[in-house]
């Protein structure tokens, strides 16, 4: 099993940044491959708006694009997601998720992001 908490959300104008962090523990943290940040806004599903595997390789989407980074520390099972230039679009509950190399999925609870306009 994997356990993911999430940290960092908060209430920030438009144009400021917040960075979420998200630790993973669990029986399962050293087959993690997939780390990702899904946005989930008011009324909406989920959207995946950056990824990463262990091997380093990242993705982000259109959206996000050179306004989020994420990152990660495989020995500290832990993924980073710097936003800036947060617009109020980006509002919602963060949630961070984990894929195995066995492919089983996991979800943490949820950070809420608010950005003002």
């Known amino acids: 099993q994997v356990q993911l908490v999430e940290s960092g959300g908060g209430l920030v104008q438009a144009g400021g940044s917040l960075r979420l962090s998200c630790a993973a523990s669990g029986s399962f943290v050293s087959i993690i491959n997939v780390m990702a940040w899904y946005p989930q806004a008011p009324g909406k599903q989920r959207e995946l708006v950056a990824t990463?595997?262990?091997?380093?390789?990242?993705d982000d989407s259109d959206s996000v694009k050179r306004r989020f980074t994420i990152s990660r520390d495989n020995a500290k099972n832990t993924v980073d997601l710097q936003m800036n230039s947060l617009k109020p679009e980006d509002t919602g509950v963060y949630y961070c998720n984990t894929v195995t190399f066995a492919k089983q999925n996991y979800w943490g609870q949820g950070t809420q992001v608010t950005v003002s306009s």
């Open positions: 990463t595997t262990r091997s380093g390789r990242t």
